[in-house]
């Protein structure tokens, strides 16, 4: 007898994950829709049903949703280092422009040309670290977000998710970039609904 409700246990589990399977594969199908068309010929219908596989413990929506603070949290500590680094800027230039009224005031007349001559170097010297360290910012923020994004890869191609594996062809991150956002309305839609596992 217990074999036979650990049998039927069993069945109801698998046709439960089946028609949770069927569910899931039905909404992606229709989330599809709304995709560029380029990216819509490219999604086979195996892409999918492998997609709605690996979503039907809600696993994926987990790591997903932990990837995604990571990233919020990545950005908005690269944000505020930029401003940081913005606002030092400004005060390093409000603080020139500060010396250099104070050095007009006291000069001789005699001595104008050479103080506006060396005041001008000064401004283009810091002009030009303002420039050189925002471009190294802005290199920084880019390979830690390009990092950000191999790091996004590996852990949803390690969790089995389809379509994700580490590559930096531009094509291929769109098309994971599509595949996170289906997995997103998908999640949102079965928060909303209540039918997350």
Known sequence: MDAYCSLSDDQSDAARQQERHYYLLSELQALVKDLPSSFQQRLSYTTLSDLAQALIDGTVYEIVQGLL??????????????????????????????????????????????LKTNQRAENEALDQRVKDEQR?????????????????????????????????????????MNLLELILKLQQKETVSGSLP
Do not use: W
């Open 69 to 114: 603070d990571i990233q919020h949290l990545t950005e908005k500590n690269l944000y505020n280092q930029r401003q940081k680094l913005h606002s030092e800027h400004r005060a390093l230039k409000q603080d020139l422009v500060r010396k250099h009224k104070q050095a007009l005031q006291t000069c001789k007349s005699h001595n104008l040309a050479v």
């Open 136 to 176: 190294m910012m802005d290199e920084k923020i880019v390979a830690e977000m390009d990092q950000k994004v191999l790091d996004q890869q590996n852990t949803l191609e390690k969790a089995g998710v389809p379509g994700f594996y580490i590559t930096t062809n531009p094509q291929e991150v769109m098309m994971q």
